[in-house]
């Protein structure tokens, strides 16, 4: 529909970016990540005779009260794709940022996967059982995100680089260690994990707060 005549409407400029969009998926992340460690909270204590240290995050995904867990991982899942539409919206970077939004995407999607499949925690051998390559596949997609858009992130402040590639470096390091651990202290060890793949998620959402935030003071 176009305007009619003595209207002050105006279409944005081609390629614009919309401010409210920046701060609703920015949060929208931040929110993704407070979701997911409060679930996870709530479960350790519900769920009966469960030990926190010992037992993982999976395990508190299956049994009767699944569903605590899973709301977080769906939450977190939300967290992952809007920061991808984000990145694709604000576009900071060539090849390498491209490929970091799809590693975004395939994130969110292993995330949702993972909570959807009720296949861990249970000893579940009925089927096609994919939860572990679901696991390897996060693994590389979480290391792809933050080395590949850690150039694009420099532009907005050389921090965010720093950052995210601090964060990959420590992911490198940390996530095989996991599948090597005794199962008495390998559910503190993937909490841990699970704070490192938060730092990726809270520093892109940190940056497309304060873009917004430079949006609409211009």
């Known amino acids: 529909m176009r305007p009619t005549a003595g209207t002050d409407y105006q279409m944005p400029a081609e390629g614009a970016e919309q401010p409210y969009l920046l701060h609703a998926l920015s949060l929208l992340a931040v929110f993704g990540c407070t979701a997911l460690a409060a679930s996870i909270l709530i479960a350790d204590f519900v ?20 569903f605590i ?24 970077g060539a090849w390498d940022w491209s490929v970091g939004i799809i590693a975004l995407i395939i994130f ?71 599948f090597f651990l005794t199962t008495d202290i390998d559910g503190i060890y993937e909490r841990y994990l699970g704070a490192v793949s938060f730092v990726l998620v809270l520093a892109l959402a ?10 609409k003071a211009n």
């Open 47 to 66: 769920v009966p005779n469960h030990d926190w240290i010992a037992d993982t995050i999976s395990d508190l995904g299956a049994g009767r009260y699944e």
């Open 69 to 92: 867990v899973d709301i977080g991982l769906y939450a977190f899942s939300a967290a992952l794709i809007g920061l991808a539409v984000l990145a694709a919206h604000v576009h900071l």
């Open 108 to 178: 969110g999607l292993l995330v949702f996967l993972i909570g959807a499949r009720n296949e861990y925690g249970d000893n579940d051998s009925d089927g096609w059982v994919i939860h572990i390559y679901l696991v390897y596949a996060l693994g590389v997609t979480m290391t792809v995100a933050c080395f590949a858009l850690a150039r694009g992130a420099a532009r907005a402040s050389p921090r965010y680089r720093t950052i995210l590639i601090a964060t990959g470096i420590i992911w490198v390091v940390s996530a095989p260690v996991f």
């Open 206 to 215: 940190h940056l497309f707060y304060q873009r917004a935030k430079q949006r």
